[in-house]
């Protein structure tokens, strides 16, 4: 199988090398891995801290492309998933809130047979009060994913318990002639809708990560990005 990685990276210049570098050391038996960054007009050092990293870690095997201006993360993803070459993608993000190690995991259930798509579920649980919901915003953020993996399981008749997880492991066919047209992080219940109305069964499996504050540079806003993820689900119900 060749596995191609999509980083979708805007202003992370703090993080980006060491993702870059986990992703670079991940090791899937019987796997081939392509990484493909998206730089998604930063206006930091990011796009140099990249060029950097992919020079010093000798440039085989990655792929580099970059926005002019800041399009948002669906259209970042979208870049990666038209210059893949892989059997299949999986999409990681530039913050280090994932471990890439699970990228792994996600894999050997399609190598297993288990499953075509694969989706780390982060909330097959109740709410940690002593650790990601402590703080109010990610309360919030919890609810507002669960509800909205709730109304996915309802809408299109398959159980989720995180349909905006970052980590979604799926195959390049399954997309092709896909018209995906989300531009920010509405992508995520787009793809989903999507997959889901082609017949594709999702397993998740569960995963841990670590959450990011906004003071630390947290992009999703719970209120907007949620109202425009509740719409996108109910939009992709009844048209393509």
Known sequence: MKLSIIIPVFNEEKTIDKVIRRVSDLQ???????VIIVDDGSSDAT???????????GGKNFKFYQHKKNMGKGAAV??????STGDYIVIQ???LEYNPQDIGRLTAEVLNGH?????????????NFSR???????????????????????LYGQWLTDMETCYKL?????VIGMKLKSKRFDFEPEITAKLLRRGYRILEIPIITTPRGYEEGKKLHAIKDGTIA???LIKYKFVE
């Open 47 to 57: 796009a140099s801290e990249i060029q950097n990293s992919i020079r010093q870690l």
């Open 132 to 154: 990601d919901e402590r703080r109010p915003l990610f309360l919030i953020h919890y609810l507002g994913n669960r509800f909205l993996s709730l109304l996915t399981s309802a």
């Open 78 to 83: 979208r870049t990666g998933i038209e210059n």
């Open 115 to 127: 499953a075509d798509v694969v989706y780390g579920t982060r909330l097959k649980r109740l709410p």
């Open 93 to 95: 993000d530039a913050d």
């Open 28 to 34: 899937i038996p019987s796997v081939t891995k392509e």
């Open 230 to 232: 509740l719409w996108t």
């Open 170 to 174: 799926f195959p390049k066919k399954a």
